[in-house]
């Protein structure tokens, strides 16, 4: 699988963003797919991810209520809608697929597949 994300940019605090992550391969429906980011100093830390298992979403504190995942197996996208941005999503976003995922290490960096990352600039 090759996952392609897009979407990045620069935006003022506040403000809205759409990173999407299309990917080629195999059947996208049977990876569970999601999204991480690196912040320049920081390790990489989970946003959210579609668990394939149970087709729920989860997220990370910091991202809930204010980030929203879905996908389009027949598009074979996953969107992450970013709204009310802070200074502190600055980072580089990684879409992420794996078809072996289980729920306990939904939130664990060891994705069989990364896409190479877009950048998101909050301006504060």
């Known amino acids: 699988v090759q996952l392609q994300a897009s979407g990045g940019g620069l935006v003022q605090a506040g403000g809205s963003l759409s990173l999407s992550c299309t990917a080629s391969?195999?059947?996208?429906?049977?990876?569970?797919v999601g999204w991480f980011r690196q912040a320049p100093g920081k390790e990489r830390e989970f946003v959210a991810a579609?668990?394939?298992?149970?087709?729920?979403?989860y997220y990370a504190d910091s991202v809930k209520g204010r980030f929203t995942i879905s996908r389009d197996n027949a598009k074979s996208t996953v969107v992450l809608q970013m709204s009310s941005l802070k200074a502190e999503d600055t980072a580089r976003y990684y879409c992420?697929?794996?078809?072996?995922?289980?729920?306990?290490?939904?939130?664990?960096?060891?994705?069989?597949?990364w896409g190479q990352g877009t950048q998101v600039t909050v301006s504060s």
């Open positions: 992420v697929a794996d078809s072996r995922r289980i729920l306990s290490t939904l939130r664990t960096p060891n994705y069989d597949y």
């Open positions: 579609f668990f394939r298992n149970n087709a729920r979403t």
């Open positions: 391969g195999r059947t996208f429906s049977s990876y569970t």
